[in-house]
């Protein structure tokens, strides 16, 4: 036996002429099965995000991006100036070329006394005396290079690149200012790897881990995104007793950022439920409504909703019944609902 709410949809598709006069597409209220489970609010964030600071003082000379800016990795970002650092490498060569040259006098120092030793013109603790000092000056010029290495890292931290590719979030600095280490100098993220940080009630993790299918929804997009992956951290927050999982989204998603609101949807399982397409319906402030067509007349209706389930449906608790035809395309609805509201009916 065929179902009403079916027979009705059939009916429609069997006489368009009975809808052609409209100028937009209608369809029937019908239940379907749609996926069930636990929603909860989400932040979107990036997987590779991160601040760059200052490891050394200087003054910033140049600032080579701003936000919004896309950045290679190993572009320099910020320069800085600091003298002092020029200073000191050019002291420390000096004390490697001064203890390069006391090495070598003690060199030739030591290598004489071995041959007056041989010769027994010196005493053992003479040359004893020799060899601990030429021993010393080969401490003392390693010492020195080790020094020129170190001073010459700490000069390269004066230019800043960028780790990985990524667009700068936020720029922390200008021109001209002075900055100590670790003030910061710019934020920057991978829009090319996301992912969503949703909290879980710690009584419904054994049904998020049984979850087959996960849903992300971005309401400021109107997209839904599945999720590649679900990842449960094995902490519970004291104070709230959530935990925390991390939801892993398809690369290269176009329009989310970090910071965004969503919701996500973990399915546990099916229902029949009333169901009709999000696009028809019309929200006015906190009222939600869907244009309703009936003989020739299309009146606004107000409704009750539901979850949306992730397929550009979205569940009606109130208002309308199976079978009830609804307008698709609510502003060519309106449109029409107000030019025909002082024609009497047909």
């Given at each position: 036996?065929?179902?009403?709410?079916?027979?009705?949809?059939?009916?429609?598709?069997?006489?368009?002429?009975?809808?052609?006069?409209?100028?937009?597409?209608?369809?029937?209220?019908?239940?379907?099965?749609?996926?069930?489970?636990?929603?909860?609010?989400?932040?979107?964030?990036?997987?590779?995000?991160?601040?760059?600071?200052?490891?050394?003082?200087?003054?910033?000379?140049?600032?080579?991006?701003?936000?919004?800016?896309?950045?290679?990795?190993?572009?320099?970002?910020?320069?800085?100036?600091?003298?002092?650092?020029?200073?000191?490498?050019?002291?420390?060569?000096?004390?490697?070329?001064?203890?390069?040259?006391?090495?070598?006098?003690?060199?030739?120092?030591?290598?004489?006394?071995?041959?007056?030793?041989?010769?027994?013109?010196?005493?053992?603790?003479?040359?004893?005396?020799?060899?601990?000092?030429?021993?010393?000056?080969?401490?003392?010029?390693?010492?020195?290079?080790?020094?020129?290495?170190?001073?010459?890292?700490?000069?390269?931290?004066?230019?800043?690149?960028?780790?990985?590719?990524?667009?700068?979030?936020?720029?922390h600095v200008e021109v001209g200012e002075t900055v100590a280490p670790g003030t910061p100098l710019m934020t920057g993220f991978?829009?090319?790897?996301?992912?969503?940080?949703?909290?879980?009630?710690?009584?419904?993790?054994?049904?998020?881990?049984?979850?087959?299918?996960?849903?992300?929804?971005?309401?400021?997009?109107?997209?839904?995104?599945?999720?590649?992956?679900?990842?449960?951290?094995?902490?519970?927050?004291?104070?709230?007793?959530?935990?925390?999982?991390?939801?892993?989204?398809?690369?290269?998603?176009?329009?989310?950022?970090?910071?965004?609101?969503?919701?996500?949807?973990?399915?546990?399982?099916?229902?029949?439920?009333?169901?009709?397409?999000?696009?028809?319906?019309?929200?006015?402030?906190?009222?939600?409504?869907?244009?309703?067509?009936?003989?020739?007349?299309?009146?606004?209706?107000?409704?009750?909703?539901?979850?949306?389930?992730?397929?550009?449906?979205?569940?009606?608790?109130?208002?309308?019944?199976?079978?009830?035809?609804?307008?698709?395309?609510?502003?060519?609805?309106?449109?029409?609902?107000?030019?025909?509201?002082?024609?009497?009916?047909?």
């Amino acid at each position: 036996m065929l179902n009403p709410t079916r027979l009705l949809a059939c009916l429609i598709l069997a006489s368009p002429s009975a809808w052609a006069a409209l100028p937009f597409a209608v369809a029937p209220v019908t239940y379907q099965m749609v996926d069930t489970g636990h929603s909860t609010e989400a932040t979107v964030e990036a997987v590779k995000q991160s601040t760059i600071a200052a490891q050394v003082a200087g003054r910033v000379s140049a600032v080579n991006f701003d936000a919004g800016d896309y950045v290679k990795a190993g572009s320099v970002i910020v320069r800085l100036s600091a003298q002092e650092l020029s200073a000191a490498v050019a002291g420390s060569q000096a004390q490697v070329a001064q203890a390069d040259a006391a090495l070598a006098n003690a060199r030739a120092n030591y290598q004489r006394q071995q041959q007056l030793f041989q010769q027994k013109f010196i005493s053992q603790a003479a040359l004893d005396r020799a060899t601990a000092e030429f021993r010393a000056a080969e401490a003392a010029a390693r010492a020195a290079r080790a020094g020129v290495g170190q001073t010459a890292a700490v000069s390269s931290y004066t230019v800043i690149t960028a780790p990985y590719s990524g667009v700068v979030a936020a720029r922390h600095v200008e021109v001209g200012e002075t900055v100590a280490p670790g003030t910061p100098l710019m934020t920057g993220f991978d829009p090319k790897d996301m992912r969503v940080i949703a909290d879980i009630p710690q009584y419904k993790l054994a049904e998020i881990k049984a979850s087959p299918r996960v849903a992300v929804e971005i309401p400021s997009l109107n997209k839904w995104i599945d999720a590649t992956g679900v990842t449960v951290l094995p902490s519970a927050d004291a104070a709230t007793h959530t935990v925390k999982v991390r939801i892993d989204l398809p690369a290269s998603l176009e329009g989310v950022i970090p910071g965004m609101f969503a919701r996500a949807h973990f399915s546990v399982g099916s229902a029949r439920k009333l169901t009709i397409p999000s696009t028809a319906v019309v929200h006015r402030t906190e009222l939600s409504a869907v244009y309703v067509v009936k003989d020739d007349r299309v009146n606004l209706r107000q409704i009750r909703l539901g979850t949306p389930n992730g397929r550009g449906q979205v569940e009606v608790l109130a208002g309308l019944n199976p079978g009830d035809v609804i307008a698709l395309d609510p502003v060519k609805a309106g449109i029409y609902a107000k030019s025909t509201a002082n024609q009497p009916a047909k």
